[in-house]
């Protein structure tokens, strides 16, 4: 899973795809490299690292050129060095190619790939060698990559720029890719916000496309299929973004909760209804999503449940357990925040028969052109790595849906429900939260317990702590402590409590067990309680009463990075959108 853009226009590019890139790496940051046509000639500059720095090592910013294609790396195949950095050369330099996805057949390719030189441990190496052998046999650059389109397997989304026929030429198939029409310039990205301060009219490419353009023309078509490829005009105000005054991008996405009610003031419950009315007739509701979203659907399963609803939420790679038993009535609840992750786009092919909802931030993206009904997540932007206000939003869209399906009189109850919207976090508590996030820069491992509908709190806040903090944070169900995790409390233990008002009187017991074997309690809860080592309070936000909790968290986990000196927006190994298997 990576981030490619690539330009060809009449003026210099370079600071374009400089800027597009950087847009991109929250697809993944451990290389990036750039090629580029300069008097003739393909360059390569890339290096495994940060993007500014190795703007900086090789002064990338002095760079002119009309055509280049540059790549953001997130390893999969070959450790994250030098030479495994895209872009990758043929053996004669007159292409260079840049791929994001995976090439599952690459090792039995790359042994029918003879005389060539590999320089590099990655699948993607092999598109530039096949490139090199085709164009050869005498195929033409469009020809060629059709060839190679039909003979690679798995997700992939690449570009060549190819010296000889001055052009560059991009293929779609499971992987995301726009193309993007300027004024005598063109471009192709991962997605739109990287290209929006360039142009807002884009064709979204569909699986089987292959676009190949130089400053001058642009033909696209599909291989596939019949495809109707219409230019669609994007609010550009909609998309860009900007980190303002914060440090980081986690610590705006986290703030931005604050307004979280702005967008919800002209809410519109038209699609609300019509989801209504698909939940209600539905023999069951699968509700799926991986990570954040997962613990998010968890939770609204659960709420859904209590609605009278068959509702079971399960991850993406379960759902094979279940094809054999699926039903014509039975409904998916899709949700995600990128709507590009691979896990829940390729089980799309198997819910033919389905209704599918889709749940969704990023609009334009690959799910939410697949679902029947689409529900905006409306967190805006998110660019750190960790989800949080999309978390929220997710939540928050469950109560909404949860809070239709008990009332008739929908329209005045959610309004009233929004209305009263509350502080989503008291400063009162920021000295304690403090105090918090540096006992928890001192651990290694802390244990997050909660009951019934707080559990799916106490897996994402231990999400939070893994991915941003580094922390070995295990969520465990108070119910199931005695079952076996109880063995692992000592007097050594930090653990967090999340107690909501309707679990109080059942917590209480299974704090007493933690406590009474020497378990420090950090409680979080709207009331203090005798068990509890340190408190947190959180405000009562009534049937709201997830969002605090939530928000608290990502605080912790954001405040005890900065601790730890880890940059929240690009913790290690990770991505932001994972488009991989
Ligand atoms: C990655 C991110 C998680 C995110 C998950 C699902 O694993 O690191 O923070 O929750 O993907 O992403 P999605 O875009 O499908 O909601």
Known sequence: ????????????????????????????????????????????????????????????????????IAHTRWATHGKSIYKNAHPFMDCNENFAVVHNGIIENYMEIKKNLKGHKFKSETDSEVLVHMMEDYTREGLSLLQATKRILSEITGSSAFAFISLRDNKIIAAKNGSPLVFGIGKESFYISSDVPSLIDYTNRFIFMADGDIVQFSSKSYKIENVFKRVRHRIETINADGVRYEIGNFQHFMEKEIFDQFKIWESYKNLDLTIFEKVLVVLKEARRVYIIGSGSSYYASLYGAHIFRKAGLDALAIEPQELSDYVKILKKGDVFFIVSQSGETYDIISILKDLKDNAKIGLVNVMHSSLSRSVDIVIPMNAGTERAVAATKSMTTTVLTFIIVYSMLINDRTYKDIELLLNGRFNIYVPSVEKLVNRVSEMLSKTREIFIVARNEDYPLALEGALKLKEVSYINANAIDMATLKHGPLALITSESLVMAIVSPSNEKEASNNLEEIKSRGGYIIGISTNNMPEFSTYIRTVDAGIFYPLPIIFLFQLLSYKTAIRKGIDPDKPRNLAKSVTVK
């Not at 003739?40 to 500014?52: C, M, P, Q, T, W």
């Open 1 to 68: 899973m990576c981030g490619i853009i690539g330009y060809s226009g009449k003026v210099n590019g370079i600071p374009l795809i400089l800027k597009g890139i950087k847009g991109l790496e929250y697809r993944g940051y451990d290389s990036f490299g750039i090629a580029f046509v300069d008097s003739n000639h393909l360059f390569v500059k890339k290096n495994a690292g940060k993007i500014d720095e190795i703007i900086e090592e090789f002064d990338m910013n002095s760079l002119k050129s009309n055509m280049g």
